[in-house]
Nanobody
């Protein structure tokens, strides 16, 4: 059974930082592209950042470029999202996701077939 478990969310003031982690099990983690998505109340789920299986190629949404960094440690089956200079508009539930087999890198939500349960990030002004 494939499972993704996120952690690291919380409440932080604007300008602060958080680091999210996502531990994978039940699948050869290093063989799949991974991504972070987020969903704010009343809004659609949107991609935040994605990374190729090797970690060598990344994608960022324009809204987080220069502030967030996605990375992975394949030896630890773990995906990370370092979030700096947080803004109130970053408030959302953050989800990690594993892409379908053979997907190299994509920001498209429907290309991801395994999802974590989500972790809440709240940024106060």
């Amino acid at each position: 059974q494939v499972q993704l478990v996120e952690s690291g969310g919380g409440l932080v003031q604007a300008g602060g930082s958080l680091r999210l982690s996502c531990v994978a099990s039940g699948r050869t983690f290093s063989a799949y592209a991974m991504a972070w998505f987020r969903q704010a109340p009343g809004k659609e789920r949107e991609v935040v950042a994605a990374v190729s299986w090797s970690g060598g190629t990344t994608y960022y949404a324009d809204s987080v470029k220069g502030r967030f960094t996605i990375s992975r440690d394949n030896a630890k089956n773990t995906l990370y999202l370092q979030m700096n200079s947080l803004k109130p508009e970053d408030t959302a539930v953050y989800y990690c996701a594993s892409a379908r087999v053979a997907v190299v890198l994509t920001p498209k939500l429907n290309e991801y077939d395994v999802w974590g349960q989500g972790t809440q990030v709240t940024v106060s002004s």
